[in-house]
C-alpha cells in the first residue's frame, strides 16, 4: 500500500506537550521574588536602605528591586537615566548591589513566553488542516493503483545473486530478462514477446524477491501491487485501479509489473460464496483485457505469484496471458546452504558454526523459515551478550521454530512427567527397531506449545518418494507412545496424552487406502469430486465412491493402524527393560541425544542394567 500522508500522531503529541510545558513554565517556574514584591515607590526603598533594613539591591532596567532583611521584597520604579548613586544607594560595600543589563534578555524572553503558545496552536490547526485535505486527497485518488514503484536506480536493487538456489527458476527467468533488455532481437524472429510469467510455490519460498530480481537484472522499472489491494470497499475500486496501473506501465515501458498474491482476485470465476465476488471478477476482467490489449511490442511483462495455483481461473493461464509458468519449491539441501550462506553474509558467526549441519537439519523450511531461523539465532546470541553466533544458538533456534518455545515453567506433576517419559521412549523405541523410520535426533520432556515432550526424528536425506513400508514403520513409532503407557501402566491408565498421535496415525492411514492405493483394496484413488462451481468450489466435497465402498475403506484403515499397534506392542514389551530404564535417565536428563539415546543399545550392558 502506498504511504498516506497523515501528519504523524507523535508530532501532535509533541506538541501538545510542548504548550503544556509552555504554560508550567510561565507560571511556577517565573522567579518567585518577581511575583511577591511588593511595589512601592521608590522613595520608600530609599528610605528603607537609609534606616539600613535593605539587605541587598538588584537593579533591572528600571526596575529596582529591594530585599530586606526581614525576608520581604519590594520593587519599585525609577525614572529613566537615574544611577544608583543618583538615588542615594551609595554604599555598595554594606548592601550589595546588583545591576542586571538585562533589558534586552527580559524583553526577548517576554516575547517567546507569548509567541510560543501561539505560534503551537497556529501549528497544530495548521497540521490538522493538512491531515483532513489528505484524507480527502486519498478519497479522490481511490480508484487510482496504489502500486508502488521501485525505482530502478534504487539502491536496494535485488539481482539473481541475492535469490539463492531455484536455479532452474533463474534459468527461465533468464529469457524474460532477456526480453526487456532486447525485445528487437525477438521480434525480428517474428517471436511474440510473453506477457505474463505466474510463478507458484509455497509461501516464503521467495516469489516476491524472485520478481523483484527479474526486474533487477534487466534493469527496468518495477510495479508492485497485492491482489488483495484490489479488492476494496468500494465496487469498482479494483477495476479502476487495474487501469491506471496498467496506463502507468505502459507510459515506463520497458518494465514488470507484479501482481504478488493473484489467487486474491483469479480465483475460479463463479465461485465466490458470500459475496464480493463481482468485484473480484470485474477486476480479472479489467487484468485480462488489459493484457490482451497490449500492443505487439509493448514491452511490459507482467508477472503473478500464487501459492494457490489450483484456484486461479483457467482463463487466467490461457496462451497470451499467463502462459509461462515457473515453479519455485522449497529449497532442498543444497539450495538451503545457499540460503543460509546469503543470510548469514552480515551476521557475525563462530568459526565453528557448520552451516551444513544446519541445512541438513531443516528439510521443509522454505527460504523466509531459514532467515527467521538465523534471526532467531542471533537474537539468542545478542541476549546472552555473546560477541558471535554459534553452533548452539543456530540449534536451539531450529528447535524453537520447528516445535515452538519451550515452556520450562509449565506445571507437571511427577507422575505426569514420567508418564511424558515413557510416552516418548516408547516412540523413540519403536522408531529405532524399525527399518524404513528416520534416526531419533532428540528425545525431550520439556513441553513445548501443546506437546508435553517430543520425540525428534530426523531424516538424513530429503524424502521425494515414500514407500509404503516407511508409511507402515512410521505408524508402528506413532503407536509406540500409547503403547508404552499401556504395557507401563495397564490398558486402563492410558491418557490423553497420545490423541495428537492417533490423530496423525489415522490420516497417515487413511491416505495410503484411498490416495495412495497401498490396501488390498487395490491401486485405486477414492477422490473427493469438487462440487457444482456455483455453490463453492472449496466448500462442498462430494464422494465419488459408494455408502458399501465407504465401509471397506474404514475397514482397511482399521486394519493397518491394528497392524501397526500389535507391532508396537510386540517391541515394548520385548524391550520393557530398557524402556524403564531410559525413561529414567530422561526423567534425570530431561533431554537424550541421538548419541545418548543410541548408546542404550550398543552396549549390551548397558541395554540390560
Ligand atoms: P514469497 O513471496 O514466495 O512468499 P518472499 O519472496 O516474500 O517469499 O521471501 C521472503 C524472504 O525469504 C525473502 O525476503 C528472503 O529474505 C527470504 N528468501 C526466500 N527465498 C530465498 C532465496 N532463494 N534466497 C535468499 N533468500 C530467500
Ligand atoms: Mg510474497
Ligand atoms: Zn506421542
Known amino acids: 500500500m502506498a504511504e498516506k500522508k497523515r501528519p504523524p500522531s507523535n508530532l501532535i503529541y509533541l506538541l501538545i506537550a510542548a504548550l503544556i510545558f509552555a504554560a508550567l513554565y510561565t507560571t511556577v517556574f517565573t522567579p518567585n521574588q518577581k511575583r511577591e ?41 525609577k ?30 524572553a517576554e516575547l517567546a513566553l507569548s509567541i510560543i503558545p501561539f505560534l503551537l496552536i ?71 514477446i510473453p506477457r505474463g510469467v505466474l510463478l507458484f510455490g509455497p509461501p516464503g519460498t521467495g516469489k516476491t524477491l524472485m520478481a523483484r530480481a527479474v526486474a533487477g537484472e534487466a534493469d527496468v522499472p518495477f510495479f508492485s501491487i497485492s491482489g488483495s489491494e484490489f479488492v476494496e ?82 482463463a487466467l493461464l490461457r496462451p497470451g496471458r499467463f502462459d509461462r509458468r515457473v515453479v519455485i519449491d522449497n529449497p532442498d539441501l543444497k539450495d538451503r546452504l545457499e540460503i543460509l550462506k546469503v543470510h548469514v553474509r552480515e ?51 531450529i528447535e524453537k521454530v520447528l516445535l515452538g518455545p519451550e515452556k520450562r515453567n509449565k506445571i507437571m506433576t511427577e507422575r505426569e512427567i514420567e508418564i511424558t517419559a515413557h510416552h516418548e521412549v516408547g516412540h523413540a523405541i519403536t522408531g529405532h527397531f524399525m527399518k524404513h523410520t528416520d534416526p531419533v535426533h532428540k528425545i525431550s520432556i520439556v513441553s513445548r506449545g501443546m506437546a508435553l515432550g517430543v520425540t525428534w526424528f530426523l531424516p538424513e536425506r530429503d524424502a521425494v518418494l515414500i514407500s509404503k513400508e516407511k508409511f507402515e514403520d512410521e505408524l508402528v513409532s506413532l503407536m509406540g507412545g500409547r503403547v508404552a503407557e499401556e504395557i507401563i501402566y495397564g490398558p486402563e491408565a492410558v491418557t490423553t496424552g497420545a490423541s495428537n498421535d492417533m490423530e496423525k496415525a489415522t ?44 465401509q471397506q475403506i474404514d475397514r482397511e484403515v482399521s486394519n493397518i493402524l491394528e497392524k501397526a499397534f500389535k507391532i508396537a506392542h510386540e517391541v515394548l514389551a520385548k524391550h520393557k527393560k530398557t524402556l524403564m530404564k531410559i525413561a529414567k535417565d530422561l526423567i534425570k536428563k530431561e533431554a537424550l541425544s541421538r548419541e545418548e539415546f543410541e548408546s542404550y543399545f550398543k552396549d549390551p550392558k548397558a541395554a540390560m542394567a
Open 347 to 397: 551476521k557475525p558467526l563462530d568459526k565453528q558454526v557448520n552451516l551444513d549441519t544446519v541445512a541438513k537439519h531443516t528439510p521443509g523450511f522454505s527460504g523466509a523459515d531459514l532467515e527467521n531461523l538465523l534471526n532467531e539465532a542471533a537474537i539468542r546470541a545478542a541476549k546472552e551478550g555473546k560477541k558471535l553466533i554459534d553452533q548452539k544458538d543456530l540449534d536451539q533456534s
Open 79 to 108: 525614572s529613566d537615566g537615574d544611577s544608583a548613586n543618583d538615588l542615594g544607594f551609595d554604599r555598595p560595600d554594606l548592601v550589595p548591589l546588583e545591576i542586571k543589563d538585562t533589558t534586552g534578555q527580559a524583553f526577548w
Open 233 to 314: 470497499m468500494f465496487v469498482g475500486v479494483g477495476a479502476s485501479r487495474v487501469r491506471d496501473l496498467f496506463a502507468k506501465a505502459r507510459k515506463n515501458s520497458p518494465c514488470i509489473v507484479f501482481i504478488d498474491e493473484i489467487d486474491a482476485v483469479g480465483r475460479h470465476r463463479g465461485t465466490g460464496l458470500g459475496g464480493g465476488h463481482d468485484e473480484r471478477e470485474q477486476t480479472l476482467n479489467q487484468i485480462l483485457s488489459e493484457m490482451d490489449g497490449f500492443e505487439k511490442d509493448t514491452n511490459v511483462i507482467v508477472v503473478a505469484a500464487t501459492n494457490r495455483p489450483d484456484v486461479l481461473d483457467p
Open 507 to 550: 490420516k497417515i492411514a487413511r491416505n495410503m487406502v484411498t490416495k495412495y492405493g497401498m490396501s488390498p483394496l487395490g491401486p485405486i484413488t477414492f477422490g473427493e469430486h469438487h462440487g457444482n462451481p456455483f455453490l463453492g468450489k472449496d466448500l462442498l466435497h462430494e464422494k465419488t465412491y459408494s455408502e458399501s465402498t465407504s
Open 122 to 192: 497556529v501549528g497544530l490547526l495548521f497540521l490538522m488542516m493538512r491531515s483532513v485535505s489528505a484524507n480527502n486527497r486519498t478519497a479522490l485518488s481511490f480508484g487510482m493503483s496504489r502500486a508502488k514503484e521501485f525505482d530502478k536506480n534504487k539502491s536496494n536493487k535485488v539481482t539473481f545473486a541475492d535469490v539463492a538456489g531455484s536455479e532452474a527458476a533463474k534459468d527461465e527467468l533468464t529469457e524474460i530478462v532477456d526480453f526487456l533488455k532486447e525485445p528487437k532481437k525477438y521480434l525480428k524472429m517474428g517471436a511474440k
Open 37 to 77: 514584591a511588593e511595589e512601592v515607590e521608590i522613595t520608600a526603598i530609599q528610605n528603607l536602605y537609609k534606616e539600613g533594613q535593605v539587605k541587598r539591591l538588584e537593579f533591572e532596567g528600571n526596575t529596582v528591586r529591594a530585599e530586606l532583611k526581614n525576608g520581604t521584597v519590594k520593587k519599585a520604579t
